[in-house]
């Protein structure tokens, strides 16, 4: 099969690094293969609302250090279930047929999706109940998917939480207090447990490990008898306490996701303090994770990841993502990545560091 023509969205939350796929793949494209490609706006949104536009190697210049997408996104449009209004109330419609159209009228030969596990179910559904060639790029900043080492945009992300933490450590230590941050994380650690290790944290709170805020507090007070009168508790917004369950701020009816998580760091402080006596202060750091400028390392791995999709769809390799695997690239089966996560193993190395350090992950 002759590729001419590709599709390219990005769905999801965003990150830093988008651009730099965006831009990786026109210029591999146009440059090596002579392949045109339709930028489809707001994600899976676009090939629903019909919102399309020619991209250039002229779209691709200056856009490689802008966080963001210059496609927009959206974690609303899946084709298999788009929320409609009907009688004041949201119905989820099936509209994949009418993008399958859609996508036959623009001519596109393939798709690239670039997203999390939401993103990259939907492609696969895409391609196996609707016979759309799709190839996936891995995305989000919780580097939870399945399948690749490393998603583009973690760096980036733990880069910005790891600052902040640096900063809480010296009014943490100015005042004798105890800071708290909440930092992102639905359903893996990797962003709470990286920025506390690289922070240097003296109790990280993740998913996995289900915590009890009385060994948080042993941490704390077993700190102050050192003479050390301050502590920093790096807390993923979804750990949750043992017996418990993730702090859900919001359902959602509309969405990807059906809860959007956060108070856990809100809880842990008031608990903290309560317990101890000492002066605590919460962080909730939220979206400045999800923008600014990607990290060379994310521009690199982007850059590496948009090539290589354009480079399965030219050899006819699809229902496929793009992998990092050690230090190489390489792609894997869209089948093995759809619905699972990959969650911090117990038996990490960044775990074994922790514990060897003497970092209290609230057992
Ligand atoms: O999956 C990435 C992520 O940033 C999560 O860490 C967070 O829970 C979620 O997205 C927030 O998404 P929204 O854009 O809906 O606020």
């Known amino acids: ?28 494209a146009v440059n090596e293969h002579s392949i045109e490609v339709v930028g489809i706006e707001d994600g899976y949104e676009g090939l629903i609302l019909r919102r399309t536009r020619k991209l250039g190697l002229e779209d691709a210049s200056g856009i490689l250090t802008i966080g963001g997408t210059i496609l927009g996104t959206s974690n609303r449009a899946n084709p298999f279930g788009y929320p409609t209004e009907r009688d004041g109330e949201v119905v989820f419609k099936d509209r994949s047929d009418e993008v399958v159209s859609y996508i036959g009228e623009l001519g596109l030969d393939a798709l690239v999706c670039v997203g999390g596990d939401g993103t990259l179910t939907i492609a696969h559904r895409l391609f196996r109940e609707k016979g759309i060639p799709v190839v996936g790029v891995p995305k989000t900043i919780d580097n939870d998917l399945y399948g690749t080492d490393q998603t583009f945009g973690f760096d980036s992300a733990l880069s910005t939480a790891t600052e902040a933490v640096d900063k809480l450590h010296t009014t943490a230590q100015s005042h004798h207090r105890v ?67 993730p702090f859900v701020r919001r359902r959602v009816a509309d969405s990807m996701e059906s809860a959007r998580l956060g108070g856990v760091g809100e809880w842990v402080g008031q608990e ?34 948009g090539r290589e999709a354009v480079k399965l769809i030219a050899s006819g390799n699809f229902d496929r993502m793009a992998a990092l695997h050690g230090t190489e690239i390489t792609s894997v089966p869209l089948d093995e ?27």
Not at 9 to 21: I, K, R, W
Not at 341 to 363: K, M, N, T
């Open 272 to 305: 903290v303090e309560r317990l101890t006596g000492m002066e605590t202060r919460v962080t909730t750091l939220g979206h400045l994770q999800r923008g600014g400028t990607p990290t060379p390392f994310d521009r690199i791995l982007a850059t590496r990841f």
């Open 337 to 363: 990545v759809a619905g699972r996560q990959r969650r911090v193993p117990l038996d990490s190395h960044w775990i074994a560091c922790a514990r060897s350090l003497g970092v209290g992950l609230g057992e």
């Open 179 to 245: 800071m708290v941050i909440e930092v992102m994380g639905r359903n893996a650690g990797w962003l709470a447990l990286g920025a506390g290790l690289a922070g240097g944290g003296d109790v990280i709170l993740i998913p996995e490990v289900p915590f009890r805020v009385e060994a948080v507090c042993e941490v704390v007070e077993e700190r102050v008898r050192r003479g050390k009168r301050f502590s920093i508790v790096v807390v993923s917004e979804g750990a949750y306490p043992q017996g418990g369950e």
């Open 1 to 28: 099969m002759v590729v001419r023509r590709i599709g390219l969205l990005t769905s999801g939350g965003d990150c830093p690094g988008l651009n730099a796929v965006i831009r990786a793949v026109i210029k591999t």
